[in-house]
């Protein structure tokens, strides 16, 4: 599909983004990049940012960082600009985000519901393009519809699909993904505005080279050291 078809979709789509506004499922992907250690004065790169509804709450907790937000349409980039008069730590940039220099390197790069929307035929070039501005111990943060979600939607709703609108299963993903050099650190399925399920999220790294494991010493008793172990696993686990 043409880039120009998906562009005049997102132009005509910025108005009802302005209607909707904040909601759950932005704050619900704040708290997911706060999970997987955003923090102030980190380089932050936001892909699809649309009107800038997640941009604002990613750039509250950046007063002396700075965060690139970047999307196909000019329409919704005019928007966030609109919003955002003033605010020397916030970038916005209309840009195809496949294909345009991403710039970087990047501690973070959020992808809020924005794979599920770009080709299938694309997505190779998307990851490569993501592990080459990404920082060396960065983290890449995706959130979309859980698929098993986007095709009940299909199938029952369908006027509720946009332009492009994918079933992304995780095992084709990792595939994807993985050729262009970047692991899953973590990965959930959520729901947010159904008892099931509704949306999924996942967290990249670069693939070690030449990895460094160091033992840990410790002179604590086995129960103990047990019991550090897991609470150190579950805090860097998805939380809701």
Same mark, same amino acid.
């Given at each position: 599909?043409?880039?120009? @078809?998906?562009?005049?979709? #997102?132009?005509?789509?910025?108005?009802?983004?302005?209607?909707? $506004?904040?909601?759950? !499922?932005?704050?619900?992907?704040?708290?997911?990049?706060?999970?997987?250690?955003?923090?102030? $004065?980190?380089?932050? %790169?936001?892909?699809?940012?649309?009107?800038?509804?997640?941009?604002?709450?990613?750039?509250?907790?950046?007063?002396?960082?700075?965060?690139?937000?970047?999307?196909?349409?000019?329409?919704?980039?005019?928007?966030?600009?609109?919003?955002?008069?003033?605010?020397?730590?916030?970038?916005?940039?209309?840009?195809?985000?496949?294909?345009?220099?991403?710039?970087?390197?990047?501690?973070? @790069?959020?992808?809020?519901? @924005?794979?599920?929307?770009?080709?299938?035929? !694309?997505?190779?070039?998307?990851? =490569?393009?993501?592990?080459?501005?990404?920082?060396?111990? $960065? !983290?890449? &943060?995706?959130?979309?519809?859980?698929?098993? #979600?986007?095709? /009940?939607?299909?199938?029952?709703?369908?006027?509720? =699909?946009?332009?492009?609108?994918? +079933?992304?299963?995780?095992?084709?993903?990792?595939?994807?993904?993985?050729?262009?050099?970047?692991? %899953? &650190?973590?990965? =959930? !399925?959520?729901?947010? /505005?159904?008892?099931?399920?509704? #949306?999924?999220?996942?967290?990249?790294?670069?693939?070690?080279?030449?990895? +460094?494991?160091?033992?840990?010493?410790?002179?604590?008793? /086995?129960?103990?050291?047990?019991?550090?172990? @897991?609470?150190?696993? &579950?805090?860097?686990?998805?939380?809701?």
């Amino acid at each position: 599909m043409e880039t120009t @078809i998906i562009k005049d979709f #997102y132009d005509s789509f910025a108005k009802e983004q302005v209607k909707t $506004g904040i909601n759950e !499922r932005h704050h619900l992907i704040l708290e997911l990049a706060l999970t997987n250690g955003l923090k102030d $004065g980190m380089r932050v %790169l936001e892909l699809g940012c649309g009107i800038g509804t997640l941009t604002g709450l990613l750039a509250e907790r950046l007063p002396n960082g700075h965060l690139v937000a970047m999307d196909l349409s000019p329409e919704s980039i005019a928007h966030a600009r609109s919003f955002f008069i003033g605010r020397t730590n916030v970038e916005l940039r209309v840009a195809d985000v496949v294909s345009d220099p991403l710039g970087g390197p990047y501690d973070l @790069i959020v992808l809020p519901d @924005i794979l599920e929307h770009i080709p299938l035929v !694309r997505h190779n070039e998307l990851f =490569q393009h993501l592990r080459e501005a990404l920082q060396p111990n $960065g !983290r890449i &943060l995706v959130h979309s519809p859980d698929p098993f #979600y986007s095709e /009940w939607l299909r199938k029952n709703r369908p006027a509720s =699909q946009q332009v492009v609108d994918l +079933a992304l299963h995780l095992p084709e993903l990792v595939a994807t993904f993985s050729q262009a050099g970047l692991c %899953l &650190l973590h990965y =959930q !399925r959520h729901s947010i /505005w159904t008892e099931q399920p509704d #949306y999924m999220a996942f967290s990249l790294v670069h693939v070690p080279v030449d990895p +460094a494991f160091t033992p840990i010493v410790s002179t604590t008793s /086995w129960a103990a050291r047990s019991k550090q172990v @897991i609470k150190k696993a &579950l805090k860097k686990v998805f939380v809701r």
